[in-house]
């Protein structure tokens, strides 16, 4: 009976941890390699429209720095992610990116095409 009833706290404890684990898939670090510092980082889910954005950044987020970025349990699949420069009046936009699979954005900026992009790890 002893060992059954250690199993069972086994069993139960590994089910109680799975929905964990599936939040944690979508938690990412950012990193900035676009040499201008970050101001603002937002994500939103694509059913939230465009205007509905929360800053990531307790601080601006210097060139070659990174942050991490944790979802809620609730939170799935595919985000709009939104950058704004701190030295600049613009805004790099990028929809329906699937953090769930990746756990890293690396942030990149090519002055000869001025575009801004990431590299998704």
């Not at 205007?51 to 944790?70: F, G, H, I, P, R």
């Not at 936009?93 to 699979?101: F, P």
């Not at 090519?110 to 790890?121: H, I, M, R, V, Y």
């Amino acid at each position: 009976m002893k060992h059954f009833l250690s199993g069972l706290i086994a069993i139960a404890l590994s089910i109680a941890a799975t929905p964990s684990l599936a939040a944690d898939a979508r938690n990412v670090t950012v990193v900035n390699e676009t040499g201008y510092a970050i101001k603002f980082l937002g994500f939103n889910a694509p059913d939230d429209g465009l205007d509905e954005w929360e800053n990531e950044l307790d601080k601006v987020l210097q060139n070659q720095a990174s942050t991490y970025v944790e979802f809620d349990g609730d939170d799935e699949g595919c985000w709009n992610i939104r950058v704004d420069w701190k030295s600049y009046d613009e805004s790099v936009l990028w929809k329906n990116v699937n953090l769930c699979k990746l756990t890293a954005l690396r942030l990149r900026y090519d002055p000869g095409t001025k575009t801004t992009s990431f590299l998704a790890e």
